[in-house]
């Protein structure tokens, strides 16, 4: 289904997550993602990176003051972050060598034309790599 309204469409630009180590995570997502650093911000309540793959991004975030203190949890809302790559080997490996645990092996998935496979992130956040044709 889909359905927009006139005007100019909605462009997702940042998903934020919260993280333990922001320099491990930005390590992560740059070194071993293939994503760009745009940039650091650090405010009184939050220090954070931003990195970008195309036009969308991560907002890599640390609480700080009373709300870092409050541990976080995952819950069961959130799925997974995909990703498209040309090679989904070559990125899965690039991402464990920079603190990612591989979830899922590349698969070849015949029927859709895809190979898919996934890696948990530094703070167990799932990525979901994806090879088209």
Request: glycine share 10%; with cysteine; proline share 5%.
């Amino acid at each position: 289904m889909t359905v927009q309204e006139s005007g100019a469409p909605t462009l997702l630009s940042l998903t934020a997550l919260r993280v333990a180590d922001l320099e491990r995570s930005a390590e992560f997502y740059t070194r071993g993602c293939g994503f760009a650093h745009d940039k650091d911000l650090d405010t009184p309540t939050f220090r954070a990176s931003i990195v970008r793959a195309g036009a969308a991004g991560l907002e890599l975030v640390v609480p700080t003051g009373i709300e870092g203190e409050t541990p976080h949890e995952h819950g069961n809302m959130f799925v997974k972050i995909v990703l498209n790559t040309d090679d989904v080997r070559e990125r899965m490996a690039h991402a464990c060598r920079h603190g990612g645990v591989e979830e899922t092996p590349a698969t070849e998935l015949e029927a859709y034309g895809m190979v898919i496979g996934t890696v948990r992130d530094p703070d167990g956040y799932l990525v979901e790599f994806v090879q088209r044709g």
